[in-house]
C-alpha cells in the first residue's frame, strides 16, 4: 500500500468508526432506560393489586375494588390496566385480585432508535461488501503488481549481467508499464547481475479512497554468462556480438574468452611481440569489441563450435588462428 498514510485519512476513519458506534451506544443507554421504567411499573403493580385485594376483603362490589387497586397504583393508566377479581366463595372466602398493565413505551427514543438500529446494521453490512470489494481489489492489483516487478527486475538484471547499451532502470520501467504498474525505483547496480525493483499498480478503492496503489517489490539476479567469466571479461564487446558469442557458449559449454576487447595500446604492445600473429594497432576487430579469441575444452569442442558458429553469427575468419572469431561478414 502507499505509505504516505496521511493524517487526513486517519482523522477520516476515525469519525466513520464514531458515526458507526455512536448510534449502538444510543440505542443501548435508551434500552436501559425503558428497563427501569418498566421495573418502576412492576412495583407500583404490587402495590395496586394489594390494594385491591384489601377491599376485595372488605366488600363484594367488583367496582369499588377495582377503584381501589386504582387508586393504590396512583400513577398507573387506568386505560391500560386490568383488574381480575377471582372470588372462591362469597364474603370470608379467599379472593385473589390480579393487576395487569400493558407498560406503555416510555422512552420516545426506543421505538425510533430500533429503526436507527435496523439502519445501522445495514450500514455495517454495505460496509462490509465495500470491505471485501477493496480486499478483492487489492489483491487483483497485487498479482498484477507482482508479475510487473517481476517482469521488470529481470529484464533489468539482464541488462545488467549482459550489457546492451540500453539502461536498466528505462528497461524496467518499459517492462513494468506493459503490465499496467509504474516503475518507483530500480536499484540496478552496475557491473552485478542484480536488480531490486520496486513498482506500483494504482487501484480504485470505494472505503480507503479512489486513488490507492499497491506497491511491490522484486529481485532478480542472472549471472554473468560462463564464457565471460575468465580473465578477459565480456566488457568493451559490442552488445550484439556478446550475445553472439553467449548462443555459440549454449551449443557448445565449456568456452573460455581468452581475448575480447583490447584498446589501442594493448593491440600496439601484441604486435610488438607477436607481429606475425597480430594486426598492426588500428586494424584489429579486437579494438571495435568485435573479435574474440576462445579457448575450446578439447578438440571435439573446437570442431563443434566450428561447425555450429555460423547458426549464431559467428564465423572463424582466420584459418590459422582457430580460436579467432568474430561476427559473420565482418571478417
Ligand atoms: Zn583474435
Known amino acids: 500500500m502507499r505509505s504516505p498514510a496521511t493524517r487526513s485519512e486517519e482523522r477520516g476513519s476515525a469519525t466513520v468508526e464514531f458515526a458507526l458506534v455512536l448510534p449502538l451506544v ?8 425503558q428497563v427501569g421504567l418498566v421495573l418502576t411499573d412492576q412495583l407500583v403493580v404490587v402495590e395496586a393489586a394489594r390494594g385491591g385485594a384489601r377491599e376485595a376483603a372488605v366488600t363484594l362490589d367488583d367496582e369499588a375494588v377495582r377503584q381501589a387497586a386504582l387508586r393504590a397504583g396512583g400513577r398507573l393508566d387506568p386505560e391500560r390496566t386490568e383488574v381480575e377479581i377471582t372470588r372462591d366463595g362469597g364474603a370470608g372466602d379467599p379472593v385473589t385480585v390480579d393487576v395487569r398493565y400493558r407498560a406503555p413505551v416510555a422512552v420516545p427514543g426506543v421505538r425510533c432508535s430500533v429503526s436507527v438500529l435496523a439502519a445501522t446494521v445495514c450500514g455495517f453490512a454495505v460496509v462490509l461488501a465495500l470491505l471485501t470489494l477493496d480486499v478483492s481489489r487489492a489483491i487483483a492489483g497485487r498479482s498484477r503488481a507482482q508479475s510487473a516487478a ?7 538484471a539482464d541488462e545488467l549481467a549482459l550489457p546492451t547499451g540500453r539502461d ?5 520501467a518499459s517492462y513494468a508499464a506493459r503490465n499496467g504498474a509504474r516503475l518507483v525505483s530500480c536499484r540496478c547496480a552496475e557491473g552485478s547481475g542484480e536488480a531490486l525493483v520496486t513498482v506500483e499498480v494504482p487501484i480504485a478503492l470505494s472505503i480507503l479512497g479512489p486513488d490507492r496503489a499497491v506497491r511491490v517489490s522484486a529481485r532478480a539476479v542472472v549471472d554473468e554468462p560462463a564464457i565471460f567469466s575468465s580473465a578477459a571479461g565480456g566488457a568493451g564487446l559490442q552488445p550484439w556480438f556478446a550475445r553472439e558469442l553467449v548462443c555459440l557458449n549454449r551449443l557448445v559449454p565449456g568456452l573460455v574468452l581468452e581475448s575480447g576487447f583490447r ?12 607481429p606475425d600473429l597480430a594486426a598492426p594497432p588500428g586494424h584489429s576487430l579486437h579494438e571495435r569489441g568485435l573479435a574474440a579469441d576462445l579457448a575450446f575444452p578439447s578438440a571435439e ?10 547458426s549464431c553469427g559467428l564465423a572463424f575468419p582466420v584459418s590459422g588462428e582457430p580460436w579467432h572469431t568474430s561476427p559473420t561478414g565482418l571478417e
Do not use: F
Not at 536498466?168 to 524496467?172: D, E, I, Q, T
Open 150 to 156: 517481476d517482469a521488470a527486475a529481470l529484464a533489468a
Open 168 to 172: 536498466p532502470a528505462s528497461l524496467a
Open 263 to 274: 584498446t589501442h595500446a594493448e593491440q600496439a604492445r601484441l604486435y610488438r611481440e607477436k
Open 26 to 33: 444510543l440505542v443501548v443507554a435508551l434500552a436501559v432506560l
Open 301 to 310: 569442442a573446437e570442431a563443434r563450435a566450428h561447425a555450429l558458429a555460423g
